[in-house]
């Protein structure tokens, strides 16, 4: 990994990587949802909340399968092949180890001298 992350050229996959990360992240809220909607279903005890809720569990199942899908179509998620979604999972593992290890925060942050300031 190239630490000049500041140049813009050095930011070369980065869409990607960030893409695959963000829809991970809402196939999981997905799953959530249908795991609370399970939930809230097994506890509701009128029919026109069952009712509701039975609507809202489906519709959070179909938005799980269309994220999923999406992800699986775009190479993001390999459900059927384990072997290479563990070699993905290693490789975003080493990706984020290498990304957290970046300066930045640099120990001098003095901006003096850098902006046009009246003088006294």
Excluded at 39 to 55: D, G, H, Q, S
Aim: glycine content about 4%; some cysteine.
């Amino acid at each position: 990994m190239i630490n000049d992350y500041l140049e813009i050229r050095n930011a070369e996959g980065m869409p990607k990587l960030v893409d695959a990360n963000m829809s991970l992240g809402f196939l999981l809220n997905a799953k959530s949802g249908v795991r609370n909607c399970a939930i809230a279903l097994t506890e509701a005890t009128t029919p026109e909340v069952r009712t509701v809720l039975k609507n809202q569990l489906n519709d959070a199942i179909l938005m799980h399968e269309e994220i999923s899908n999406l992800m699986v179509e775009k190479g993001w998620f390999h459900p059927t092949n384990l072997e290479k979604q563990f070699q993905m999972d290693i490789e975003s593992s080493t990706t984020i180890s290498q990304i957290a290890s970046l300066d930045l925060f640099p120990g001098d942050t003095s901006r003096s001298g850098m902006f046009a300031t009246l003088e006294k």
